[in-house]
Nanobody
């Protein structure tokens, strides 16, 4: 069984910063890609940023230059540094990882429970 736990969400004023963390635990052989998604009320869940096992990153246009995704493979963690936050960044943020649980080359997608980020004055 694999679990992902996010932390770091909260209320911040426009222009402020937050750092989200995601920790994976359980039966993990290796972790491939890691990603962060967000879902605002009444909207679909959208990709915010992702990072491959080799460190290649990809960002939604709306967050380029403001958000940075990183990972710590030893600690099985991913991070999302969010700067210059805007009210439209308000959403529930979900951590996602593509994980191989055994030496067999089969991967599964796992999600965290989500953490609320609210940007408001």
């Amino acid at each position: 069984q694999v679990q992902l736990v996010e932390s770091g969400g909260g209320l911040v004023q426009p222009g402020g910063s937050l750092r989200l963390s995601c920790t994976a635990s359980g039966s993990i052989f290796s972790i491939n890609a890691m990603g962060w998604y967000r879902q605002a009320p009444g909207r679909q869940r959208d990709l915010v940023a992702r990072i491959t096992s080799g460190g290649i990153t990809d960002y939604a246009d709306s967050v380029k230059g403001r958000f940075t995704i990183s990972r710590d493979n030893v600690k099985k963690m991913s991070f999302l540094q969010m700067n210059s936050l805007k009210p439209e960044d308000t959403a529930i943020y979900f951590c996602q990882m593509i994980i191989q649980t055994t030496p067999r080359p089969i991967t599964y997608q796992y999600w965290g429970q989500g953490t609320q980020v609210t940007v408001s004055s």
